[in-house]
């Protein structure tokens, strides 16, 4: 029997790049997929990749820096699935590159509001769910950005820096339920979110790798693959690195 079979993943995000990926390997390990991204044309596809691979998928669009978004997109597939297995707050952006004195209050806001505000606004929504049926995994997508702060990349390293802290607070406070909060820390993944930030600050990350290479999208998917799953049992409230090697702890 497949790992996953029977059970419901919501994944940020998964339109494309990462969240996609880990919608693939979730996907075929048997769990159904709820798709939510603020980008409708991207989500179609993915849940047309999803499906041609035999995937039980489906979108809801939304913008999840929207408490009412949040709100609406996880009635949806929590009314077409059922119930709510999996969450993995995936959806982030990495603001423009700058010093911090270059960089606007406005900026500083909008990546605030995707990449940590909006992971406690779908935990906020999700959780309940899962206390009532006393099981549950959460997977934030943080970074090696969290731990060690890259230059030129002040929201993008505070707000990740808060999804640990969410993660290790929120994980203390569910210990004694069947629900399970872990947060991955990647290093440089080639994606589209490469885009925002220009080639410079890009080979400053990959230049700190000791395995001087990026890490693949499977990477990721695959250590999610296991933290969704009820095999991480006795770990919550803890960070998992995917460096190689620039971060050993
Ligand atoms: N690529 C990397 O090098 C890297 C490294 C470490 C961590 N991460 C993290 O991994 C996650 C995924 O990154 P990626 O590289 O796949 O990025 P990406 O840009 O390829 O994908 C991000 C997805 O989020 C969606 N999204 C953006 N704003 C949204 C909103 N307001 N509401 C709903 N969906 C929204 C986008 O449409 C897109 O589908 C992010 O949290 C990122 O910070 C990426």
Not at 114 to 122: E, I, S, W
Not at 227 to 246: E, H, K, N, Q, Y
Request: proline share 3%.
């Amino acid at each position: 029997m497949k790992s996953l079979a029977d059970q419901c993943a919501i994944i940020t995000g998964s339109a494309t790049g990462i969240g996609l990926g880990i919608a693939e390997r979730l996907g075929s390990e048997g769990a159904k997929i709820g798709v939510i991204d603020i980008d409708e044309n991207e989500g179609m596809k993915a849940v047309q990749v999803l499906e041609k691979k035999g995937v039980h998928a489906a979108l809801a669009v939304a913008d999840i820096t929207k408490e009412s978004e949040v709100r609406t997109a996880v009635t949806k597939l929590k009314q077409q699935f059922g119930k709510i297995d999996i969450l993995v707050n995936n959806a982030g952006i990495s603001g423009a590159a700058g010093n911090l004195w270059e960089t606007t209050a406005e900026e500083m806001d909008r990546v605030y509001n995707l990449n940590l505000r909006a992971v406690f606004l779908m935990c906020k929504e999700i959780i309940p769910y899962m206390l009532n049926q006393n099981y549950g995994r959460i997977v934030n997508i943080a970074s090696i950005a969290g731990k060690e702060g890259n230059p030129k990349m002040v929201p993008y390293s505070a707000t990740k820096a808060g999804v640990i802290g969410l993660t290790k607070s929120v994980g203390k406070e569910l210990a004694e339920t069947g629900i399970r909060v872990n947060c991955v820390t990647p290093a440089v993944v080639k994606t589209k979110i490469l885009d925002q930030i220009g080639p410079e600050v890009v080979d400053y990350m990959v230049q700190k790798i000791p395995m001087k290479r990026t890490v693949e999208i499977s990477e990721v998917a695959s250590l999610v693959n296991w933290l969704a799953s009820p095999d991480c049992s006795a770990s919550t409230g803890a960070v998992f690195d995917i460096s190689g090697g620039r971060a050993t702890y």
